[in-house]
């Protein structure tokens, strides 16, 4: 579809390239990145949530019709200064009134000015916490004068409702605050379906395809298992905690990942074992890329330990969470474990 460059994708997806930063429509005429370097996307939304710029040579948020003259100047408004936090007030600027801004960009886009616009921020904010800014200065510069404020905005960008919703399943997103940083929950009262920090690369990706898989709502809040899991975190990062008993849901992963996921929770606290060791123990010495991908797809940080896998030479391997968190977490828990 992308290397075809079909027109007949055109509005299905739109890819974000990581290389560049910017979000393309499939037809875009710039050379093609590698599939690696690729991350697809239903919406623009989605795109500029995940940290992505609109690509000026293909202009993904102009329509295949002709964009009206009001709508163009809103683009170019936002790409302007993406950071910006707009209101009702500031539209006299433009010479648009508030709610010819709000029908014609919904008209072409299926979002307003005001959602797409505070999309982008939120998707540069992601972004920068990723690349190790501190959250407070982040926060700000994103034009949310309060933690809550932040978090609550990020939790309801999170959990968009889904298209098709007949028979929706409302799930409860939540905000953990931790010493190795703040973390994410999703959860019902059956138990935890995701757990990452928040700063994990494709932490957008996972909570829409949990949504989509799921076909559910994801709406900030608490329920009985969130508060137990908080708790549970809380003695875990004190060194207090050896196992957690807060439920954990799993079977939207696949059988092969199931049982990799369950093997993982075998490894005893302050021990680790190498990839080729967990192959092995899973039936198939030559398995030791399929389980680090395996690893790679737990959604259940740190109750799913796959931080206790590392490489065969001693080498600490991968982790969504960054190094340096698999580094003190192994360090930490074997000091829970010296006598």
């Not at 093609?32 to 991350?39: A, F, L, T």
């Not at 935890?192 to 989509?212: H, I, M, P, S």
């Not at 809380?234 to 008993?245: S, T």
Request: overall charge positive; charged content about 25%; glycine content about 8%.
């Amino acid at each position: 579809m992308l290397i075809e460059k079909n027109s007949a994708y055109e509005g299905i997806f739109y890819v974000g390239v990581k290389t560049t930063g910017v979000f393309c429509r499939p037809t875009c005429p710039a050379k093609k990145p590698k599939k690696e370097n690729c991350q697809f996307f239903e919406t623009a939304q989605e795109a500029a949530l995940s940290g992505f710029r609109p690509c000026k040579r293909c202009q993904p948020l102009s329509a295949p019709t002709s964009l009206s003259p009001e709508v163009k100047q809103l683009i170019q408004a936002i790409e302007a200064n993406p950071q910006r936090k707009w209101t009702d007030r500031d539209f006299d600027e433009l010479a648009i009134s508030a709610n010819t801004a709000r029908r014609q960009f919904k008209k072409y886009f299926g979002m307003t000015f005001i959602e797409y616009s505070r999309a982008r921020r939120l998707g540069l904010a992601f972004k920068q916490i990723r690349n190790g800014k501190p959250l407070i200065e982040t926060q700000l510069e994103a034009g949310f004068d309060s933690g809550n404020g932040f978090r609550d905005a990020f939790s309801s960008f999170m959990g968009v409702v889904p298209k098709e919703n007949g028979q929706i399943k409302v799930l409860t997103m939540a905000w953990i605050e931790t010493i190795l940083g703040p973390m994410t929950v999703v959860a019902d009262d059956e138990g935890v379906y995701l757990l990452e920090f928040v700063d994990r690369r494709g932490l957008e990706k996972e909570v829409a395809n949990l949504r989509q898989k799921l076909k559910a709502a994801i709406v900030p809040g608490s329920n009985p298992i969130i508060e137990e899991l908080t708790e549970e975190l809380e003695r875990y990062f004190e060194g207090n905690l050896k196992e957690f008993k807060t439920p954990m849901l799993t079977f939207f992963g696949t059988a092969y990942q199931q049982r990799v996921w369950a093997e993982l929770c075998r490894i005893p606290i302050g021990q680790t074992i190498s990839y080729k060791e967990l192959a092995l123990r899973m039936g198939d010495p030559n398995a030791s890329r399929a389980v680090a991908r395996a690893n790679g797809g737990n959604q259940l940080s740190l109750l799913i330990p796959c931080h206790r896998v590392i490489n065969s030479n001693g080498q600490l391997g991968g982790y969504g969470g960054g190094l340096k968190r698999k580094e003190w977490l192994l360090k930490m828990e074997k000091q829970m474990i010296k006598p």
